[in-house]
């Protein structure tokens, strides 16, 4: 019985892609790449929200020419010298060449409507979005950084759980961020978590979950467990919004669902709030 | 006799510790000292098959769970119940007992033996109302001075339709929040299995360490061989790659010591297990005593924000 | 023309918090100073009519409810929901907002207007599930800083067999006893009925005001009539005993002043009741924005703990 | 709609006595005086825990001889002139008569195995144990009798809630004693709180339920709402144990159901673990 896999928070591969990559999954309409980033990835049809990469999502946010990145250099190095089917470092060249990013993490300062902040924001497509040491060393900087500024911190996750590549490494990174949120927290500073489809496992389990105020996104999957293991586990029909925003809204587990295009405003009203520094 | 690569290793780590730049200068000395002391005492590094070892030992049916240290090691011991509102999860144990005179709470996940005490405590695997009733005695503890000790047995928090409804991401994510507040001396043991965010929900301590055979792991090897391989039957692989035993987590500088375990593992002689893990504890406790409420909590979340391997 | 007998009673009470022996020497100078103030400018004794009055008002269907001064006094409101692990309680509405540029935190109970809404938020009697929304949104205010606003406006908890077996009486206690910790300014104000401790569990703050033709009370009017009279019909009786209204709760020493209604009461002129009360939050904020956090908890503690008439 | 009655915090009234005091209301079971104090007033035959009277209790928890009470003076005042069938003072000077006692609550200085503790404890045979600006005051007094001696307080309760008949002042004393017990906090000293039958009400949700360890007698009503009051309204079947100790233990909201003959020994131990001076 104890090998009973509960262990499942790196259990949501990247989802492949879809046949044709702006198609909607969800009513099949299609659509060319401007007009999909006309619309910030949201489908005009049905209102499915696209994945939306790290860097696209900094410039529907942040004011134009205000982002400053920070950590920028960082690299994952291979603790473990791990090797599965392949080696962890050609997974990772891999990736960082598919999405010309060096880890699944974009941080830094950043002003919306004038205001300043500073911006973690994650991208799915590299390796799923996972947490290994390089997520949790960037948000954690960008907690001192938004401590030592007074600014508020908004972090947008989308990850399927901790790099399990990185071993046991990779589990220390959620007592890691907590304990930066919570330095974070000390120095009177808020913190606005915004979770995209999907985030799930360990980032769900640290710093996603911790903020002062927590959206996510319509649709987007929010579990702790993957659906699959839950189903395999408890043999039950799972419910129809299992895990998604929509069934934590109603469970008391966010605080509201903002569809993208009012992503911006909404957080431009909580950085009026919280008194970011113009 | 040249060092082994093992050694090496952990002189490196060594010595990018002196050197981080450390958080608001926290003193990593003592930390030094710590790991200084058990590269001294390490032999070589641990082979596949010794690793696999100890997966079967840290699951070993027999293997003395939380309660069974309990009642080795504490007098007066008086169990807490329920999360105040929902429910007493009996996949974990809190409560206060006195350790050699100290008074102290202690919570930890709690396995069954029969099969009726298995289905009951979900094989130590935690819906959130357990860990809610974890930080609620983690904040009495505090509140009321005592020191707090945690032993972590579990395959992973319960992957349940009602757990996800009622928040077990985010109540993992609170419980570690509530430890990294704590103004009181905090030791984490993993006794058995620490798997994954279950594990670390109540593991955010001053002080963490693991019994010989156990083992601490971001996955299942089952569950890395399903996805990595494609096929749970490359458990062992998938444990021989990602080094979830003690010797390797010392390295990597995720624990603090390890606790020897009795010849054979410590289902073969529970009370010499017990005895074992009291010296380990007390140490740790007498080390910290003196220590104030603000700097204890300054170090703890240093020692968590320096963890990872980046370049 | 000699002092009148409710004049006598507050110039008693005025001197006996002059000499009461306060724990741990709160000055309550600021307290007698407000209790001078109101006796200057106060009328006559409420008659047992004017007293049924506020009684009807208070529960006037077309009085403003929480939300409706929201809109009124706050910019940028943004409401947060739930309670993190199993509810977002309709009957409590929680959230930030702007009021006059400053960010303040709005707590209160909220009834419905249409049939729907008044099921949906169980008439503003809320669930554990309410109250513990309000103190988690209490304490993210306590940690950014944010002064605390309440808006008291309950029949009182709700009596289900859900609400009871998830701790309604505990998660009341813990309500007060979070506001008790508190280290921002609070003010609470009763603008409808307080029912008990319903209302009490959000109304343990350093101001606590009513509106003139609110009612704040033990226990309802037809509760009280069915327990001493054996008869719901002598409700009228049952109020005239007790006292719920304002004139009558200042007098007591439990309320620290009364903010004026638009004639014919608040649901006559929303607009001007809303600018009544805010101007009335306003001062209350204004004096105590300067006064240490420690200081504030010390005093609102003092404040409560000298409640009470004894020989 | 806004008539619902739901301040039933209040709405227990005293029970009536038994036909005769001394038959077991469970098992119908008779016994004299003598051979239920020896008892501590359980029956024998069922278990069924008898009221148990202030002087009693403390008899059965103090060693002989401790207990040195505190502000036995205290009287209620009738700030309301409260008058409905009979004046509040004819019902006041009646239960004193009545129990020996000056109101509900009776408080001092103990030691229990000779350990130091304080004690507050209530007697519902006083007005149905209503908490009135006396119950108020004297538990509050005992917080801080405790935190100056720097002892544990262990509270034994049973009430109907608050006492109507001093109206708002009596809603007053909810937050009044928890005030005094977050000072009793702030000093690191611990407060136990023993729940018998019946806590209900304003008791319950103030001091009762903010002992640091909860604990409560086999069959003790403990709900913020009478039954009688959650039947009418949810036109529901209340379950069998609705609000009783047993249940409240199920849904986490106690720590244990310690019967009578275990509550010294039980708090003996815990007065060894908070440390009690001795
Ligand atoms: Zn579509
Ligand atoms: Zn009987």
Redesign the pocket.
């Given at each position: 019985m104890a090998k009973i896999d509960v262990s499942v928070e790196t259990d949501d591969k990247p989802v492949p892609p879809p046949k044709h990559p702006n198609t909607?999954p969800?009513?099949n309409?299609h659509y060319r790449d401007d007009e999909l980033e006309q619309a910030l990835w949201v489908?005009s049809?049905?209102?499915?929200h696209f994945p939306m990469r790290a860097r696209a999502r900094i410039a529907s946010l942040a004011d134009e020419g205000s982002f400053l990145e920070e950590a920028a250099d960082l690299h994952s190095e291979d603790p473990l010298g791990f090797f599965d089917l392949r080696p962890y470092t050609e997974r990772l060249a891999e990736a960082e060449m598919k999405t010309g990013l060096t880890d699944a993490m974009v941080i830094g300062q950043a002003s919306l409507d004038g205001r300043q902040c500073e911006l973690a924001i994650m991208d799915f497509s590299f390796m799923g979005g996972s947490m290994g040491s390089v997520v949790g060393e960037k948000f954690s900087r960008a907690c001192d950084s938004a401590a030592e500024r007074g600014v508020p911190l908004i972090s947008v996750t989308g990850s399927g759980g901790a790099r399990m590549q990185e071993g046991i490494l990779a589990l220390m990174q959620l007592p890691k961020t907590v304990a930066a949120i919570e330095d974070l927290h000390d120095s009177g500073r808020a913190m606005i978590s915004v979770m995209a489809h999907p985030t799930t496992g360990g980032v769900l389990a640290s710093f996603a979950t911790l903020g002062d105020v927590l959206l996510a996104e319509p649709g987007a999957l929010m579990s702790f467990a993957g659906p699959r293991v839950v189903q395999q586990l408890t043999r039950e029909k799972l419910p129809d919004d299992f895990g998604l925003a929509e069934q934590n809204l109603r469970f008391g587990n966010l605080d509201a669902i903002v569809p993208r295009p009012e992503l911006r405003p909404t957080l431009s009203k909580l950085l009026r709030l919280f008194d970011a520094p113009v | 006799m040249p060092p082994s690569e093992h050694e090496l290793r952990l002189r490196e780590r060594l010595s990018r510790l002196r050197n981080m730049p450390l958080l608001g200068g926290a003193k990593l000395s003592g930390e030094l000292e710590r790991l200084q002391r058990q590269l001294d005492r390490m032999g070589e590094e641990p082979t596949d098959e010794e690793i696999w070892r100890s997966v079967e030992l840290a699951r070993n049916e027999k293997r003395p769970y939380t309660l069974d240290y309990v009642e080795r090691l504490l007098d007066d011991w008086f169990e807490l119940h329920g999360d105040r509102g929902r429910a007493d999860d009996k996949a974990m144990v809190a409560g206060l007992g006195k350790l050699d005179g100290r008074t102290v709470a202690l919570v930890g996940q709690q396995k069954g033996r029969d099969i009726q005490e298995r289905a009951e405590r979900r094989f130590g695997m935690s819906n959130p109302e357990g860990y809610l009733k974890a930080m609620r005695v983690m904040e009495l503890a505090n509140r009321l001075g005592f020191p707090v000790i945690s032993l972590v047995d579990t395959p992973g928090a319960y992957p349940g339709v009602a757990a996800e409804q009622h928040g077990q991401g985010g109540t993992i994510a609170a419980s570690q929040a509530v430890m990294a507040r704590l103004t009181v001396p905090t030791v984490a043991c993993v006794i058995g299995e620490g798997g994954s965010g279950g594990a670390i929900a109540i593991a955010l301590a001053d002080r963490v360490l693991m019994q010989e055979h156990a083992i601490y792991s971001v996955i299942s090897p089952e569950g890395c061989a399903m996805i990595l391989w494609r096929d749970a039957g490359e458990a062992k692989k998938a444990a021989a790659a990602f080094k979830p035993d003690a010797a390797h987590c010392l390295e990597l500088g995720v624990i603090d010591g390890i606790v020897p375990e009795p010849p054979g593992g410590a289902h073969k002689d529970p009370d010499e297990a017990a005895r074992l893990l009291g010296d380990a504890i007390r140490e740790v406790l007498d080390e910290l005593a003196d220590v104030p409420g603000d700097e204890l909590r300054r170090r703890r979340r240093a020692r968590f924000r320096s963890l990872g391997v980046f370049a």
């Open positions: 909607c969800s009513c309409s489908c049809h049905c209102g499915h | -």
